[in-house]
């Protein structure tokens, strides 16, 4: 994608994601975090990095690429938020108590980071696989249609799975803290359309912006779930319900591969009438996903986009 910035044209995208107070902005060749501390500090994390399939070109195969990225974007994701979480305590030098309290609170993060992605891995499997497709069997054997027509089947599960996803993303944007990471959200969305524009990188311009994005990461999981309706119908029956489940689970990877080629191509052509059909779930989802932020929330977002364009800037010049 070429982009108009003032006079010069950049070739590049930039991407993002909402972390604990921040957010972290992606160029091509580089990943910066920023964080406001409780003391309204803002700490940067700034680093050049290059994914797998930059480095090694026989791993950008269509398919392919999007498995590696997905796996790849997830570690960097949960590095950042562990980062976020770090910085959540304001480290000016203070009483003894108070630094006992901070490496406490630091012990305890690390075992409640793992927990938590342990718990968050297993709500997952529970939630967006195993219960819709429990209750998909459970109808096919009291519906004889349902048992008669496979693609009916495919489609219960994977609306049963939407309606999951959506009421539990929805329950999430009710408590403040996930709020405020929504809000962060759609700092970073009306940030990078900034960018996209052209406009000086400014809260004020910022703030016009709309915080919907064809890009989101949130789409890309709504996008994977209505893909595997369409997968999942092309693969045999199992008759015994756990050998259903682990082909399906099987085959996450590959319907995650799909997905990101489809949000590739539907961003390329996003401003075209016939491709708002196929982003418009995506941005019905950004509603629940994505919050107006403060100017402080604006300047976040601004700040680390900025560091990531420097970076990019300093990368070009190697």
Not at 38 to 51: A, G
Request: aromatic share 12%.
């Amino acid at each position: 994608m070429q982009i108009q910035k003032g006079a010069k044209k950049i070739d590049f995208a930039v991407g993002g994601q909402a972390v604990i107070e921040g957010v972290m902005m992606r160029s091509p060749n580089s990943i910066v975090i920023a964080v406001r501390k409780p003391n309204k500090e803002i700490v940067i994390s700034e680093k050049f990095y290059r994914t797998l399939t930059q480095r090694f070109k026989i791993m950008n195969i269509p398919i392919f690429r999007g498995i590696i990225n997905l796996f790849e974007m997830m570690v960097v994701g949960m590095k950042a938020i562990n980062f976020s979480a770090d910085q959540s305590l304001d480290d000016e030098k203070g009483s003894f108590e108070k630094q006992k309290t901070k490496i406490s609170y630091k012990i305890l993060n690390v075992v409640m980071f793992t927990l938590s992605m342990v718990f968050a891995i297993g709500i997952t499997i529970l939630l967006f696989k195993f219960l819709p497709l429990q209750i998909s069997t459970i109808l096919e054997k009291k519906v004889q249609f349902i048992k008669d027509n496979y693609i009916v089947f495919n489609l219960i599960d994977g609306i049963i799975k939407i309606t999951f996803f959506v009421l539990y993303i929805y329950i999430l944007s009710l408590i403040p803290s996930f709020r405020r990471i929504f809000e962060y959200h759609g700092a970073e969305h009306k940030s990078i359309f900034t960018y996209e524009k052209g406009l000086p990188l400014t809260v004020e311009n910022a703030k016009k912006q709309t915080r919907f994005h064809p890009r989101c990461g949130t789409s890309f999981i709504l996008i994977v779930l209505l893909i595997s309706i369409a997968v999942y119908t092309f693969v045999p029956r199992q008759e015994e319900f756990y050998k259903n489940l682990v082909l399906r689970l099987a085959l996450l990877p590959v319907i995650a591969g799909i997905s990101y080629e489809y949000l590739k191509i539907s961003a390329r052509f996003a401003d075209r009438a016939f491709a708002q059909i196929f982003i418009a779930p995506g941005l019905w989802l950004q509603r629940i996903t994505t919050k107006d932020p403060d100017d402080s929330q604006l300047e976040i977002a601004l700040t680390s986009l900025k560091k990531a364009l420097e970076k990019e800037e300093t990368y070009s010049k190697k």
